[in-house]
């Protein structure tokens, strides 16, 4: 079973930029499809970006494309989130997320076997 841990969240001014990272244990994280979420205060969690097992697919929702960056380190078991000009809107707790299954698919929340513990991320307008 894989345990997930993030890092690297905190308070940010709108335009500023944040990179999350998500450590994983096992000797299995390079056959994890992995995926970030997240989750602002009264709003339902949503999917963020996903990265396949090579790191050569990558999906992003609309709302981060051309802002975001996921990338992954097989060698390190870590996935990260490089977060560019953010926004208030993109004030949230930032979930990792992995799946044992490696086929390359857009996933949605409930395909993902283990999640993280989250980390905040606060933009200030």
């Known amino acids: 079973q894989a345990q997930l841990v993030e890092s690297g969240g905190g308070l940010v001014q709108a335009g500023g930029s944040l990179k999350l990272s998500c450590a994983a244990s096992g000797p299995t994280f390079s056959s994890y499809i992995m995926g970030w979420f997240r989750q602002a205060p009264g709003k339902e969690r949503e999917s963020v970006a996903a990265?396949?097992?090579?790191?050569?697919?990558?999906y992003y929702a609309d709302s981060v494309k051309g802002r975001f960056i996921i990338s992954r380190d097989n060698a390190k078991n870590t996935v990260y989130l490089q977060m560019n000009s953010l926004k208030p809107e993109d004030t949230a707790v930032y979930y990792c997320a992995a799946d044992r299954e490696s086929n390359w698919y857009v996933r949605t929340e409930s395909d993902y076997d283990y999640w993280g513990q989250g980390t905040q991320v606060t933009v200030s307008s």
């Open positions: 990265i396949s097992t090579s790191g050569h697919s990558t």
